[in-house]
């Protein structure tokens, strides 16, 4: 197998040096193991809280063992009844191109009729993330107005067309023309951040919607939160999703300045991890599953080709070089 390392805990934005391509022989599989070829790598945000040495929800990456994030392939060597050459899957074992697994760790694809790749995104972890911010954690009801930040990535994308069409406003914050154009093409109200401080982006999110928001998406954090602060209607509800906007910090942002607007608004503001979610996940692919195979839902796709562009394709989501999910194909 090849598999990418990491020899040391980045600080701040990660040099694209850091990542290490090894090369390892895999030993004879064992009773109750699968061996799969993977065919679609996930790069995700995520990723880089696990790359920064210390357990937050979930443990570091190991220094010099392979770096893990879901993965879709097929399997070509069984030694679990439960699965059998050419079964496609889903698990833990990426940014490798053969993965070796127990398979209570493997599971196989729904059967939706969706590109596998689907269930990486608009159908996996990222589209689920989507349905709970703005289901269960903002509890967003019919004709809400409804702000998302990082608006055409992979979980914001889904959020903004499933908040649409439950009638408000919906304004999505992104970062270049061809993302914001996307978003208009689909009744979203878009607004770029680029070039806007705080001040500015607040204005902005009033013209966009001068009768102010009832659930903030937030993806982002720093002044996308300060601007959404301002434009807060009584009793809305933030689900905080994401704080990309910090991941690569080096040292500890200023909490937003406006924070009271959180007292004077009445509002909430709920913090929640997917995975904590994750016995939804059959209602969310019956609700969501067959809207996106009738292509009701649109979903966008930035696929990097080979193993080796795994670290280039995850670095990507830092600078917004992608459009809806980003994926590595092998
Ligand atoms: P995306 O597909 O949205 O990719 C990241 C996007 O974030 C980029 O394309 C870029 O878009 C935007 N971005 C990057 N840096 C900045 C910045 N400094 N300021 C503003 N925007 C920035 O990724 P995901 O959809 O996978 O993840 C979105 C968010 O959801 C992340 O914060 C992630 O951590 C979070 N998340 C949380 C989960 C949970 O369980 N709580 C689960 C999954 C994801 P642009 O061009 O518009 O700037």
Redesign the pocket.
């Known amino acids: 197998t090849r598999y990418y390392t990491i020899t040391d805990y980045p600080k701040g934005t990660p040099e694209r040096d850091l990542f290490t391509l090894r090369e390892e022989a895999l030993s004879e599989l064992g009773e109750g193991e699968v061996r799969i070829r993977n065919r679609w790598l996930s790069v ?3 990723m880089r809280g696990r790359m920064s040495g210390a357990k937050t929800y979930i443990d570091p990456f190991e220094l010099n063992e392979p770096l893990q994030g879901a993965a879709v392939g097929e399997v070509i060597e069984s030694r679990d009844s439960r699965f059998k050459t050419g079964d496609k899957v889903r698990h833990m074992g990426g940014w490798r191109d053969i993965a070796q697994l127990s398979g209570d760790q493997v599971e196989p694809l729904p059967s939706i009729d969706v590109p596998e790749q689907a269930y990486l995104g608009v159908l996996g ?2 589209g689920m ?1 989507a349905w709970t911010g703005l289901n269960i954690i903002a509890e967003m009801k019919e004709g809400d107005n409804v702000l998302v ?8 994308s889904l959020a903004v067309q499933l908040a649409k069409a439950k009638g408000g406003t919906v304004v999505g ?4 023309q061809e ?1 914001l154009d996307w978003l208009e093409a689909r009744g979203v109200k878009a607004v770029s ?1 680029k070039g806007k401080d705080a001040e500015q982006l607040t204005k902005a999110l009033k013209e966009a919607c001068p009768d102010g928001f009832d659930v903030y998406y937030e ?2 954090g ?1 002044d ?1 939160l300060v601007a959404a602060l301002n434009n807060l209607n009584v009793g809305a509800r933030i689900a905080v ?5 910090s991941y690569n910090d080096t040292e500890v942002a200023a909490g937003p300045s406006n924070i009271s607007m959180i007292l004077i608004r009445r509002a909430r503001m709920q913090g ?4 904590d979610h994750w016995d939804n996940y059959s209602r969310f692919l019956e609700e969501v599953g067959p809207q996106v195979a009738k292509g009701d839902i649109d979903y966008e796709e930035t696929v990097e080709e080979g193993l080796e562009q795994t670290p280039d394709a995850f670095l990507k ?6 459009k ?3 994926l590595v194909r092998l």
């Open positions: 995700d945000p995520y972890m990222p993330t930040s990082a608006a055409s990535g992979a979980v914001g914050i992104a970062g270049s993302k951040y993806n982002v720093g996308c999703c994401g704080m990309i906007s929640f991890i997917v995975f989501l830092f600078t917004g070089a992608n809806g999910k980003m």
